[in-house]
C-alpha cells in the first residue's frame, strides 16, 4: 500500500484512505494446548516475522500485534472449528505427528490431551526447523514427554546447522519402514504447517515409503494414502 500510494497520489484525507481500505484477512493460529491439561487458558505458538525486503524492514501483521501486547491486554479473537483435525476416538491407537516449525502447534495440545486422557496408543513426533539452538520449540517440554512416555518417539531435522540442508522429509525416509509397519498396524497420521513446500514434499516421501516400503506401485502407493485420507487417518492442516 505505501508503494501504491508514492506511485499514484491523491488527495486523500486520513479517514478517507483508513474507510477505503479493506480489513485485514483473518489470521487463524492452531490450538497449541489441551484444556485437560492448562484448563481455562488457550496456548498458541506465533512466529514474529520481522525480515527485509527491496531495502525496507517489514513485519507481520497478526504476528507483531500479538508480540508486542503485554500480559494484561485484551484482543478480540474468534474460533474456527476444524472437525477433521482430530484426534482417534480410539485412544489406543498410534499417532504419528509431522510439524516444521509452527506446524507443530496442534501436536503440543495433541500429546497434553493423550497424556491426560491416559490413551494407551504410542505418539511419533517429526519436527523440524533452521537450527536447533534458535528454533526448536517445546525442546524441553518433548524431553520430559520422552522420559515420561507420554511421547514415544522423537525425530527432529535442523536444516542449517550442517552443511546439508536436512527437512522432515529426509528423517521420514530413514525410518520408512517403522512408519509403514504403524499405518499398517492402524496409526493415523497428521500433518500441520507450510502449504507451498512442506506439504507437498513431506507427501511425495510418503508415496516413496509406501512404494518401497509396501512393495506398491506409484499408482497403488497414490490409492494406499488416498484410502487413508478417506478414513481420516491421514490428516493435514496446511497453510
Not at 486520513?14 to 480489513?23: D, H, I, K, S
Not at 522429509?169 to 500433518?191: D, I, K, P, T
Not at 514434499?201 to 494406499?224: F, K, Q, S
Amino acid at each position: 500500500m505505501p508503494d501504491l500510494l508514492k506511485s499514484m497520489p491523491a488527495a486523500w484525507t486520513a479517514p478517507e484512505l483508513v474507510a477505503a481500505l479493506r480489513g485485514l484477512t483473518p489470521r487463524l493460529y492452531s490450538i497449541a494446548s489441551s484444556r485437560a491439561s492448562v484448563g481455562d487458558e488457550v496456548h498458541l505458538t506465533v512466529a514474529a516475522l520481522d525480515y527485509v525486503t527491496d531495502g525496507e524492514r517489514r513485519f507481520g501483521s497478526a504476528s507483531r500485534y500479538l508480540a508486542t501486547h503485554g500480559d494484561d491486554s485484551r484482543l478480540r479473537v474468534f474460533i474456527e472449528p476444524n472437525k477433521r483435525f482430530r484426534l482417534p476416538a480410539d485412544g489406543s491407537r498410534d499417532v504419528i505427528m509431522i510439524g516444521p516449525g509452527t506446524g507443530v502447534a496442534p501436536f503440543r495440545g495433541f500429546v497434553q490431551e493423550r497424556a491426560a486422557s491416559g490413551a494407551s496408543g504410542r505418539n511419533w513426533l517429526f519436527f523440524g526447523a533452521r537450527q536447533m539452538y534458535r528454533d526448536f520449540l517445546y525442546q524441553t517440554e518433548w524431553q520430559h514427554a520422552l522420559r515420561h512416555g507420554t511421547l514415544h518417539r522423537l525425530d527432529v531435522a535442523f536444516s542449517r546447522d550442517q552443511a546439508e540442508r536436512v527437512y522432515v522429509q529426509q528423517r521420514m525416509r530413514e525410518q520408512g519402514a517403522q512408519m509403514f509397519h504403524w499405518l499398517e498396524s492402524g496409526a493415523y497420521l497428521y500433518v500441520c504447517g507450510d502449504a507451498a513446500n512442506m506439504a507437498p514434499d513431506v507427501h511425495a516421501a510418503l508415496l516413496e515409503i509406501v512404494a518401497h516400503h509396501g512393495g506398491r506401485t506409484p499408482e497403488d502407493a497414490a490409492a494406499y494414502l488416498n484410502a487413508l485420507t478417506a478414513e481420516r487417518r491421514y490428516v493435514r492442516d496446511v497453510y
